[in-house]
């Protein structure tokens, strides 16, 4: 079953440009940091989705003007129906209500219907989230650069937490999460639930979107075992005696360098 056979243009647009929209401007701090510094985005939102609701709004903004206006030849009618679609999808990114869409979607799953607005609305939410977080689904080549991107700003965010004194995302920080680790949760419990369910209705986005972040899953797994591993011999050459000797010339408590963690980020280039 084609997606573009089942859902009008008029979708397709609303779809299209809420992807192309949807981190506008985005600052590289999530929404929980936006909500616990009360930054001027959790102010003007009143703590509501801060970033979402920036992202669209800047899009309406570049939308508004003469010479990026792409809907200026729609009629009002058509055009309204376009922003509330937008606004739809791109709010649906929030991932705190990742659950909320996601137990929504598997409720409407079984009688789905193509001509009911509300099933349509939520599939189109649906559809914006898996693109949004569809990162391992690319190739590994392509994905993992992004990864580590990702990374640099999660681990940039939580060390800004601490040296502001402000609650600490775990799962962002450094010293607590490893590529490997952050791979496999997210993966296992936030990825494949929803992949799975999107190809409830679309079986064949079992071989484009599933197969390959299962793939991904058996990479990151391989990663973790090797990286125990390595810690595994570091600690036992601390022990040994003869490593006592390499120690005396190395400061204590230095990890060796791990190749696959990410560097350490510089707060500037964010
Ligand atoms: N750990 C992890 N988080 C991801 C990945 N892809 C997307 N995300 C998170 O999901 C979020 C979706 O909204 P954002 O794009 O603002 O920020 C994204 C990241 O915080 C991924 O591959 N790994
Ligand atoms: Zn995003």
Not at 146 to 170: A, H, I, M, R, T
Request: hydrophobic content about 35%; proline content about 6%; charged content about 25%.
């Amino acid at each position: 079953m084609l997606l573009p056979c089942k859902v009008e243009n008029v979708d397709l647009l609303i779809m299209l440009t809420s992807a192309v929209c949807h981190d506008l401007d985005h600052a590289g701090y999530n929404n929980a940091y936006q909500i616990n510094a009360r930054t001027e985005l959790a102010l003007r939102y009143n703590d509501i989705s801060p970033l979402e609701n920036h992202h669209c709004a800047v899009a309406f903004e570049i939308l508004q003007k003469k010479e990026s206006n792409i809907f200026r030849n729609l009629s009002s009618d058509q055009y309204k129906r376009i922003r509330e679609g937008i606004i739809k999808c791109i709010l649906a990114t929030d991932m705190t209500r990742h659950n909320e869409i996601l137990n929504k979607f598997k409720s409407i799953l079984h009688g789905f219907d193509f001509s009911n607005k509300e099933h349509k609305d939520l599939l189109m939410m649906v559809l914006i989230k898996v693109s949004d977080i569809s990162n391992e689904a690319r190739p590994m080549e392509v994905a993992e650069p992004w990864l580590d991107c990702l990374l640099q700003e999660f681990f940039n965010q939580s060390d800004v937490e601490k040296l502001e004194g402000l609650p600490v995302s775990p799962f962002m920080d450094r010293d607590k999460v490893t590529k490997p680790s952050s791979q496999i949760g997210f993966i296992r419990f936030v990825l494949l639930p929803l992949f799975v369910e999107l190809a409830n209705l679309f079986p064949c986005l079992e071989h484009h979107i599933i197969d390959p972040v299962r793939k991904a899953l058996d990479y990151y797994t391989e990663m973790e075992k090797a990286l125990d591993k390595e810690k595994q011999n570091w600690a036992q050459n601390q022990e040994a005696p003869e490593a006592r000797q390499n120690l005396d010339q190395k400061p204590q408590n230095q990890k060796p360098s791990d190749p696959r963690r990410t560097p350490r980020t510089d707060v500037s280039g964010i």
